[in-house]
């Protein structure tokens, strides 16, 4: 919620969502969806990790890694677009983008036509999108709880 006030103190959000109006209620519910999945990931990686110092340490790698693999900074390779698939920043920004239907923004700087095929304004990609996330934490929190549960039975 907090994230959502200050972005609504200097943005003005769309009237209409793709799938409800006002849009107000796709953006904290995606917003929601992202953090709770980023939050669940770090629970992960943390699981991962013998101790803190080691996890704390690759966090800045992971950030990386989401980073430039979200498929927004510059274009990917076929290779490297099958990778994106896995980051939680790619879904996010094209969670993000379809929802202020970023496609239909009227540029003077010519850009090409398949970058917008990621920011489809429809609700049925925006739901898409929001079970994609759903399924990144239900994994992420699967694979916590059995790597947790493995650290507890080597400890006894």
Known sequence: MI?????????EFPSEGAIMSPSVFEYILSIFLIIFSADVMGLFISSLCPSNDIANRSLPFILMVQFIFSGQLFELGDTLEKVSKFTISKWGMDLLGSIGNISDLKSNI?????FFDAFEFTSSHVIGIWAILLLFIIIFSILSMFFINRIKAEQK
């Open 3 to 11: 994230i959502f006030i200050v972005c609504s103190l200097f943005v």
């Open 110 to 114: 010519p850009i090409e036509e398949k």
